[in-house]
Antibody, heavy 118, light 107 residues
């Protein structure tokens, strides 16, 4: 069965770049849509964007200027890059699978907490 | 963006109670409405998709209904393990958006 696992630094300095990777195991990344979602401590869920296995992307307008999501089919993982971070970017970051364009997020990673602090 | 509004923000109910959570969309999302349950320290778990389809393995006491702009998630007989926060999500148009969540406490 497909499992997702986020990895990356847990602490990032203000103005620097946040980078996370979501490793897909138990199945191929060569299908479906692959999403990033974040959740500030004690708050709700915010969709960041997705990458399709073909490489096409779609980002939240509120983060579009600072986000890149990419896929590496040879490594079976996809990645999130968020530039110029501030304390407001402190959150649990989740990756999730979406089978089709309007499908739900049926498989989620356990999440990676990223704190932005000097 | 399609704004999603849930009510109530929180509720407390007894084991065996029927519980209903409402989600309203700022514009029609057709039937592209999903529900998730999140427990503390865990990732959200998909319960119901496309308004009323139950995800595999989800107990039959959970059900979803609605269309357009108004949707409900119902737990027919609340169980102790049903505590947590429930989120609705629309996947009708990007950016995908979530409701603010409804926290369910089991008395």
């Amino acid at each position: 069965q497909v499992q997702l696992q986020e990895s990356g630094p847990g602490l990032v300095k203000p103005s620097e770049t946040l980078s996370l990777t979501c490793n897909v195991s138990g199945g191929s990344i060569n299908t479906h849509f692959w999403n990033w979602i974040r959740q500030p401590p004690g708050k709700g869920l915010e969709w960041i964007g997705y990458v399709h296995y073909s490489g096409s992307t779609n980002y939240s307008p509120s983060l579009k200027s600072r986000v890149i999501i990419s896929v590496d089919t040879s490594e079976n993982h996809f990645s999130l890059t968020l530039t110029s971070v501030t304390a407001a970017d402190t959150a649990m970051y989740f990756c999730a699978r979406q089978r089709g364009f309007s499908s739900p997020f049926d498989i989620w990673g356990q999440g990676a907490l990223v704190t932005v602090s000097s | 963006d399609v704004q999603m509004t849930q009510s109530p923000s929180s509720l407390a109910a007894s084991v065996g109670d029927r519980v209903t959570v409402t989600c309203r969309a700022g514009q029609s999302v057709a039937f592209n409405l999903n529900w998730y349950q999140q427990k503390p320290g865990q990732a959200p778990k998909l319960l119901v998709f496309a308004t009323s389809s139950l995800q595999s393995g989800v107990p039959l006491r959970f059900s979803g209904d609605g269309s357009g702009t108004s949707f409900t998630l119902t737990i027919s007989s609340l169980q102790p393990e049903d505590f947590g926060t429930y989120f609705c999500q629309q996947t009708y148009m990007t950016p995908w958006t979530f409701g603010q969540g409804t926290t369910v406490e089991v008395k």
